[in-house]
């Protein structure tokens, strides 16, 4: 783990203690990088929706096994 010094407007980092529901302001800031990590992830991941072919033969042969 990593230490960092940030500056942050105080209101709203009370915000995000009161939305996690965390019980530090440092664990309201490490929930909130993972959630913008994860909706990044996620955006991403959409964003291939549609890009790859996919074999239907090749799965269904999968799940007969």
Known sequence: MAKTTVTLDAKLVQKLVEISEAKTKTAAVAWAVRE????????????LLGTVDVDAEVIRAGDEC
């Open 36 to 47: 913008q990590v994860r909706r990044e992830k996620l955006k991403r991941l959409a964003g």
